[in-house]
């Protein structure tokens, strides 16, 4: 079972299933998330330059940037994916599951759910 993990920031659910919807939301507060912190961040560092305060290049923080990478990307995203799957006439939730695992298997954006995790399925 493969899952990916995008944080929601507004309620952090953990639903046995998640519509696309609910990926679309999650995806867009992501990506509003990294403007975010490249915004503040950069903010931070070019104050402590200015100040004269010793940091180090880059502030270390936790980001979910692969995960957007891996659903945005093209041509093997999961949304290129889904729409692609889409877009053929016998495509099942298991063929999409299939081709996002072969498309995305090196990604690090794509974590296995150990056994007997409650993981939140796309349906």
């Known amino acids: ?18 519509s696309l919807e609910q990926l679309a939301i999650n995806y867009a507060n992501e990506k509003l998330q990294g ?21 180090p290049a880059e502030m270390p923080y936790t980001d979910n ?11 093997s995203g999961l949304v290129w994916l889904l729409q692609d799957t889409c877009s053929m006439g016998k ?13 995305l298997r090196g990604s690090a954006a794509l974590g296995r759910a150990k056994d007997g995790a409650k993981g939140g399925a796309a349906q």
């Open 35 to 55: 403007l975010f912190n490249a915004i503040v961040f950069k903010a931070a560092l070019d104050d402590f330059k200015r100040e004269g305060v010793d940091v």
């Open 1 to 18: 079972h493969a899952f990916f993990g995008v944080l929601d920031i507004f309620g952090f659910e953990n639903f046995g299933v998640n």
């Open 65 to 75: 940037t692969e995960v957007v990478a891996a659903i945005e990307a093209r041509p």
């Open 91 to 103: 495509a099942t939730d298991a063929t999409f599951a299939d081709e996002v695992a072969e498309k």
